[in-house]
């Protein structure tokens, strides 16, 4: 059974209201958190992944080595595909908080809210932590849904605009 049904949460994947790229991340993290889930990546036999440094492609360095650049090396990122047709890019910002963004164009009807329940469920359990989405640009402090490790699955938290 789905973590939320597409009719209780059309809103909240709606890009008019929360933007196209959503804000999503996991606060209070940690290089060995990001390792984990660089570890998680690789592993998931049915996610296509593709890092790479400015527009090079490369092979997958460890989380300390990424996070270990000067403040003024190119832009690095992690393309995954969790399923077919949806993207999400993390960007190796911070040490303290992973964050990354998915295209809510690309996640519509119940196959798209299962697919990102899917994804944000597998990196929450394995970190044992929340994943969490706000609006593009908003309040952290605000998310609207995410992952629950305490009942282990992705559930509501607010409403998808602000008042």
């Known amino acids: ?43 998931a036999r049915v996610w296509q992944w593709q890092y790479s440094q400015g527009d ?51 996640l519509q009807g119940q196959e798209g809210v299962n697919t990102l329940c899917d994804f944000l469920q597998a990196i929450g359990s394995e970190l044992g932590k929340p994943v969490l989405m706000a609006s593009e640009g908003g309040s952290q402090e605000h998310p609207v849904l995410g992952f629950d490790p305490v009942v282990s699955k992705v559930v509501l938290f607010g409403d998808p605009a602000p008042s």
């Open 1 to 43: 059974m789905a973590d939320l049904r597409w009719d209780e949460v059309r809103e909240f994947f709606d890009p008019d209201l929360m933007g196209a790229l959503p804000d999503l991340f996991i606060p209070e993290a940690t290089v060995e958190d990001w390792q984990t889930v660089l570890d998680l990546v690789i592993r």
């Open 56 to 106: 090079t492609v490369l092979p997958l360095p460890t989380a300390a080595e990424v996070l270990a650049r000067p403040p003024k090396a190119e832009t690095v990122s992690l393309r995954v595909w969790p399923a077919p047709g949806v993207l999400a890019i993390f960007r190796f910002l911070s040490e303290t908080e992973i964050d990354f963004d998915v295209d809510l164009r690309e």
